[in-house]
């Protein structure tokens, strides 16, 4: 992938998963959090994503997804990092859980083309020679992001570039594989929160892995994700 592609949240990623994948199936189960009404965040929910520059936490969740950021520049940044972590939980919704879960994070504007075009490539996504359709149930995902940075245009305008590597897979494959990119998100004041207004993303950088490096199988990368993550007390 030559630039940045918009991404609507998920959709290049999902792209760029069927091509990580290609005919070799790979796996880690991706945890889904609940859906209802907000509910007090704590560091160990995996849709917190705890920034690395900043200890900014939302004040909850709300169709499992991170929200009420304070609202600066460092809390534009972790909510960017906090929803870049959360696209596991996106693709392996439902329809209508998804649906919830991408319009609370975006604007009002941006979330009906978010959700439409989301949906038109999970829908479509196939892994293989054969095309075997993928269900999202079956996708296997865990986002990682590394660093941050950001530009603040206005009190109530930053854009955040996110860098993560990705683990992804399909259920029941023999290893895991790996995605790098980078996120840039596009983040308005909305009715008192962060909203997403813009994503794109572009592949990459990615580092080379050492030639000598052997091959996880789900079972040992299944082994380590389910670590505590840093600073969340457990």
Excluded at 59 to 72: R, S
Excluded at 105 to 120: C, E, H, Q
Excluded at 153 to 178: C, N
Aim: proline fraction near 7%.
């Amino acid at each position: 992938m030559t630039g940045p592609r918009r991404s609507q949240a998920v959709a290049a990623l999902v792209l760029a998963t069927a091509v990580a994948i290609g005919g070799a199936g790979c796996g880690l189960h991706a945890g889904t959090p609940k859906d209802g009404p907000r509910e007090a965040a704590t560091a160990s929910e995996e849709p917190a994503g705890l920034d690395a520059r900043t200890d900014q936490v939302p004040a909850g969740t709300e169709n499992g997804m991170p929200v009420g950021w304070p609202l600066d520049q460092p809390g534009a940044e972790a909510a960017a990092a906090g929803w870049v972590r959360s696209t596991g939980v996106v693709a392996r919704s439902g329809p209508l859980r998804r649906r919830d879960a991408l319009l609370t994070i975006a604007t009002s504007a941006f979330g009906p083309t978010l959700v439409r075009d989301v949906n038109d490539q999970l829908d479509g996504l196939t892994v293989g020679t054969d095309g075997r359709g993928v269900p999202p149930e079956q996708l296997v995902w865990h986002e990682y992001p590394l660093t941050v940075t950001s530009t603040m245009a206005s009190p109530d305008t930053v854009t955040v570039r996110v860098w993560s590597v990705v683990v992804i897979g399909v259920d029941g494959g023999s290893v895991a594989r790996e995605l790098w990119r980078t996120s840039t998100l596009t983040l308005v004041v909305e009715n008192g929160d962060w909203k997403v207004a813009d994503w794109t993303d572009e592949r990459g950088p990615s580092p080379v892995a050492l030639s000598d490096t052997d091959l996880a199988s789900v079972d040992d990368v299944g082994a380590v994700a389910g670590w505590a993550a840093p600073g969340s007390g457990r």
